[in-house]
T-cell receptor, first 114, second 116 residues
Framework: DVKVTQSSRYLVKRTGEKVFLECVQD?????MFWYRQDPGLGLRLIYF???????EKGDIPEGYSVSREKKERFSLILESASTNQTSMYLC?????????????FGPGTRLLVL | AQTVTQSQPEMSVQEAETVTLSCTYD???????LFWYKQPPSRQMILVIR??????QNATENRFSVNFQKAAKSFSLKISDSQLGDAAMYFC?????????????FGEGTQLTVNP
C-alpha cells in the first residue's frame, strides 16, 4: 500500500513564526502536491512538484514556498505565518503514470496560527 | 479554468438506503477524468471511484456508482445500501486528460451522515 505521512497531525504556531510542514511518501512517486482544505472551499492546490528540485505554483501560492531536495520528501514552508493560514494542510503523491495516475493523500496537518 | 461545484453541503441517509451526491463541473475540454474522493472523520482521503470522460459506460465500484452526463457536465455519486462506515466528507474532483502530474480541481465537498 502507498503510504503518505505528514510530520504533525496538529500544530500551533504564533503569527510571524516560520513553519515547516513535511510530507514523506514511500512509493517512489514522482509527483507530490500540497493542498489546503477549508470549510466550504474544498481543497485548493498550493504547490506541486513533478521531480526533485522542480516545483510549480498552484492556485494559492502566496505566503508559501516549497522544497523538494529528495524524491520522497516535499516540504511546505510558511515564511511568516499569519492567522489567515490557519487551515488543514493535505499532502498527496502520485506516480507518473499518465492515464492511470491516482493521487494518494496523507492524514493532514491541522495548523492553528495565533 | 475548470470549476467543480457540489451544491449540497450536507446530506443524510438512513442505513441500508440509497443516496445520491451531486456534482457539476465546467470545462471547455472534451477529454478529462472525474473522481469522487471520500474523507472519513480524522482519516485519510481515499479514492472512491473514477471516470474517464471518453467512456460512455458509468463507472461502478461495489456499492458505489456514478451517473455521468457529459453533455450536462454532471457527475453524481450513488451509494447503495448505505453503511455507517460511509459517513464522511465526499469530494468531487476533475483532472485534465493525458497530462501526468496535472492538478486536481476539487468541489466544495458534501458531508454525508448515515443514520442507524
Amino acid at each position: 500500500d502507498v503510504k503518505v505521512t505528514q510530520s504533525s497531525r496538529y500544530l500551533v504556531k504564533r503569527t510571524g513564526e516560520k513553519v515547516f510542514l513535511e510530507c514523506v511518501q514511500d512509493m517512489d512517486h514522482e509527483n507530490m502536491f500540497w493542498y489546503r482544505q477549508d470549510p466550504g472551499l474544498g481543497l485548493r492546490l498550493i504547490y506541486f512538484s513533478y521531480d526533485v528540485k522542480m516545483k510549480e505554483k498552484g492556485d494559492i501560492p502566496e505566503g508559501y514556498s516549497v522544497s523538494r531536495e529528495k524524491k520522497e520528501r516535499f516540504s511546505l514552508i510558511l515564511e511568516s505565518a499569519s492567522t489567515n493560514q490557519t487551515s488543514m494542510y493535505l499532502c498527496a503523491s502520485s506516480l507518473l503514470a499518465g492515464d492511470q495516475e491516482t493521487q494518494y493523500f496523507g492524514p493532514g496537518t491541522r495548523l492553528l496560527v495565533l | 479554468a475548470q470549476t467543480v461545484t457540489q451544491s449540497q453541503p450536507e446530506m443524510s441517509v438512513q442505513e441500508a438506503e440509497t443516496v445520491t451526491l451531486s456534482c457539476t463541473y465546467d470545462t471547455s475540454e472534451s477529454d478529462y477524468y472525474l473522481f469522487w474522493y471520500k474523507q472519513p472523520p480524522s482519516r485519510q482521503m481515499i479514492l472512491v471511484i473514477r471516470q474517464e470522460a471518453y467512456k460512455q459506460q458509468n463507472a461502478t465500484e461495489n456499492r458505489f456508482s456514478v451517473n455521468f452526463q457529459k453533455a450536462a457536465k454532471s457527475f453524481s455519486l450513488k451509494i447503495s445500501d448505505s453503511q455507517l462506515g460511509d459517513a464522511a466528507m465526499y469530494f468531487c474532483a476533475y483532472r485534465r486528460w493525458g497530462t501526468s502530474g496535472s492538478r486536481l480541481t476539487f468541489g466544495e465537498g458534501t458531508q454525508l451522515t448515515v443514520n442507524p
